[in-house]
Each structure stands twice: as C-alpha cells, then as structure tokens.
C-alpha cells in the first residue's frame, strides 16, 4: 500500500478541524480559516491554547495547494507540522472523556442536615476537599474546605462559638450563606477533557466538576474534577 503523501495527510487533518469547529459551533460554511479560528478561541481550550498555530496552518494550506484545487499540490510540509496538525485533529475531533482519564470516581457525599462538625471531621478522614451536598436525592451545592474554614472564621469574628458553629450549624445553613453557586459545575458523563479545561479557564472561581449520568442534580455522582487535576489533564492532552 502506497504512503500517503505529507501533504494529503496534512490537508486531511486541516479539512477535518475547519469542519469540526464550522459543525459544533453552527459557524457559517464560508467562513475563512483564521476568522473561524479566532471566533472560536473563546468556545474551545485546544482551539485557545493552539491558536497561533491553527492560523499559521491555515496559511501553510494555501501554500500547499494551487487555486484552492487539493488535486494540484506545490509544496509538501514538514513531517513535524503534519504530526502536530494531527495531533490537534485528534483532540479536537475524538478528546478523550474526563471520567475515563483524569476525573476520580470515588465521590463521598454528605447529606444536608450534617452539622459542621461531622462535615469537617469528613473531609480530615478522606482527604477530599469538595464533598457534594445533597438533600432528597437532590444535590444542593458542594461542601468546600476552604470555604468552611472562611465561613467559621467571619463566624467567630462575629462574636459566635466555636461549639455552637460544630453542632448547631448545618452544611445546609452555611451553603445557603454562599453567594452563588459559581464555584462547581454539575456535568454530564461524556464531559471531555477539552471541555472541563474550557470550564477551568473561563471561571477562575471554579473549584470542582462534578459528573452526573445526564449532568442533573438529581442523579448521583459518577466522578469530580477538582482545580488540582488541571495540570494532570492538560498532560493527557499533551500525550493523547
């Protein structure tokens, strides 16, 4: 069997991001190649972190090709360049899924109506710092280490006890006293890696990606990512 050229094999991958990228974000088919790159820096983290080198690809391909005829090719491009375009082909077009690589699946949960006390000595004997929340089978929100710890802070610094913070104050309680729920996300089992990095980078407040069968506060968790996995996921990226 004959070897493909480098510069069909690089075409190929080029073809298949522009489509990629034209299909999932509903672009306009005629749309330019480094238009579409950078419309499409702030949906997607691979298109975010490659960007300068999508557009230079996009340059090299009308180097390749004569009157835009991919029968007619003039030049044929590096065997790095075709490994790299590939490479981000493949994790743009087939990124492996966070619950398979990088997401732990042990999740301890707490229920709503545990005391302070029961919550923190939880999260000392498993070494987890976001535990989910739930109440009726419904997650309420995600118990946080270091938020726990602010909280009992501004609750002794208003004069309160510290006993009376441990056994009368309710996870419940404290979460209610959150503002806002931006620090987790609730996501669904076939969340990708790319997708999870997405969430990271464009919420500097997150703390936690928690999968659900269907991404529904009403199911159960599958697996969490925490902001200490980012480093670890990027890795996978890196070597898929």
Not at 31 to 39: A, C, P, Q, T
Not at 53 to 79: C, K, M, S
Not at 80 to 96: A, M
Not at 175 to 201: I, Q, R
């Amino acid at each position: 069997m004959e070897k493909e050229s480098n510069a069909k094999r690089f075409l190929d991958a080029f073809n298949n991001i522009d489509y990629f990228i034209k299909t999932r974000y509903g672009f306009n088919r005629a749309m330019g190649f480094s238009e579409l790159i950078r419309k499409a820096v702030s949906l997607n983290y691979t298109v975010r972190k490659y960007e300068d080198d999508l557009i230079d690809y996009g340059r090299l391909r009308n180097a390749i090709i004569h009157n835009n005829n991919e029968d007619i090719v003039i030049a044929e491009p590096h065997d790095s360049v075709v490994e790299k375009i590939e490479h981000i082909e493949k994790i743009l077009t087939t990124p492996p899924k966070a619950l398979d690589t990088v997401a732990r699946c042990e999740v301890v949960i707490i229920s709503a109506d545990s005391s302070m006390r029961e919550v923190i000595k939880r999260i000392a004997s498993s070494g987890f710092s976001n535990l989910p929340v739930y109440k009726d089978k419904e997650l309420i929100g995600v118990a946080n280490g270091q938020k726990i710890l602010d909280g009992f802070g501004k609750f002794l610094i208003s004069g309160g006890k510290a006993e009376v913070f441990l056994s009368n104050v309710k996870i419940e309680d404290m979460l209610s006293k959150l503002e806002g729920s931006n620090y987790y996300v609730v996501a669904p089992a076939s969340y990708t890696v790319e997708e999870c990095l997405n969430e990271f980078s464009k919420n500097h407040k997150l703390l936690a990606i928690l999968f659900t069968k269907d991404g529904l506060r009403t199911q159960l968790p599958l697996g969490i990512m925490t902001g200490s996995d980012v480093l670890e996921a990027n890795k996978i990226l890196e070597n898929y």
